[in-house]
């Protein structure tokens, strides 16, 4: 059980353009969901938690316009990178978590390469 | 400030060679601390939750435990199979979930 999915594993972008990145929860409903971002050998960073039907709440020095987040399901969160630049290029990982547990449960990441 | 220290950075390991992975924390008001593995390039996967300090978890060679400010994975006789990041996170009072830099493990046969 808990299983959360990512869609597409990979994806390759062109400067400017803009890429949706999909998060599943396949066998329970996610009363919240989190964005991180993972760059080599380095830990987590938190980038923003979505509550399902409510706008998302950043981290600190993440923008909110280039980073968009919905919410729009209780299995399905959304984040689009706007205006991709070579330097969005990352390892984004998303996670849920069940209401009235503690622990959250984590996708596969989607690797994204802006060139 | 809420934080969490995992060390070491990175353990290398003869297959059998038990050891320890430490985790301390300074929160206000511990909610969970749990451990996760991560391979490369895959997300974390979930190991443990511990709640309250003396409390022990196991699962095959992993073993968790818990005190007032720090955690220990014990891994004992490790595979080649074992190796990959272990990443220790806190839910603080606030509800954040706060994750530390993780212990790169490595198990050679």
């Known amino acids: 059980g808990a299983v959360v999915s990512q869609h597409p594993s990979w994806v390759i972008c062109k400067s400017g353009t803009s890429v949706k990145i999909e998060c599943r929860s396949l066998?329970?409903?996610?009363?919240?969901m989190f964005w991180y971002r993972q760059f080599p050998k380095q830990s987590l960073m938190l980038m923003a938690t979505?509550?399902?039907?409510?706008?998302?709440?950043?981290e600190q020095g993440v923008e909110k316009d280039k980073f968009l987040i919905n919410h729009a399901s209780l299995t399905l969160s959304t984040l689009t990178v706007t205006s991709a630049h070579p330097e969005d290029s990352s390892f984004y990982i998303c996670?849920?978590?069940?209401?009235?547990?503690?622990?959250?449960?984590f996708g596969p990441g989607t690797r994204l390469t802006v060139t | 400030e809420d934080q969490v220290t995992q060390s070491p950075e990175a353990l290398r390991l003869q297959e059998g060679e038990s050891s320890s992975l430490n985790c301390s924390y300074t929160v206000s008001g511990l909610r969970g601390l749990f451990w996760y593995r991560q391979d490369p390039g895959k997300g974390p996967e979930f190991l443990f939750t511990l709640y309250s300090a003396g409390e022990e978890k196991e699962k095959e060679r992993l073993k968790a435990t818990l005190t007032k400010k720090e955690s220990f994975l014990h891994i004992t006789a490790p595979k080649p199979e074992d190796s990959a990041t272990y990443l220790c996170?806190?839910?603080?009072?606030?509800?954040?979930?706060?994750f530390g830099a993780g212990t790169r493990l490595f198990v050679k046969a």
């Open positions: 996670s849920a978590r069940l209401a009235g547990v503690d622990e959250q449960y």
């Open positions: 066998d329970f409903q996610a009363t919240t």
């Open positions: 979505s509550n399902e039907g409510s706008k998302a709440t950043y």
């Open positions: 996170a806190v839910r603080a009072g606030g509800f954040k979930t706060i």
